[in-house]
């Protein structure tokens, strides 16, 4: 799952898409996760990653999968069978990847 965890996210928190996937590139602090009964208090973008957490867990829970997603190793750490990868490219094979990435989204 990468793309999908958005769309779910989205869905549930009722915005577009492409409105959570701009704030699900936002950062947001541990201490807003553990805020999570006060959700719809919260800016947007620590909405998206509590909805995006829920979403991580309940897919863990329901069974195996591949979830590629930047916080997903965050949110699963207390659970036990997990394999987390890291995948590194050298600078010169991410600086052309880039602009193939960033066109995908246009």
Not at 9 to 35: C, H, P, Q, V, W
Not at 50 to 70: D, P, W
């Amino acid at each position: 799952y990468d793309n999908e965890i958005i769309d779910m996210a989205a869905k549930e928190l009722g915005y577009d898409i492409e409105t959570i996937r701009k704030n699900a590139e936002t950062k947001t602090s541990s201490f807003m996760y553990s805020l999570a009964t006060t959700t719809n208090s919260l800016p947007l973008y620590d909405q998206v990653f509590i909805t995006q957490s829920k979403v991580i867990r309940h897919l863990a829970q329901k069974g195996s999968c591949i979830i590629v997603n930047g916080v997903a190793d965050y949110v699963l750490e207390d659970y036990d069978h997990v394999l987390k990868v890291f995948v590194h490219a050298p600078l010169e094979s991410r600086m052309k990847r880039v602009p193939i990435s960033c066109s995908r989204r246009i």
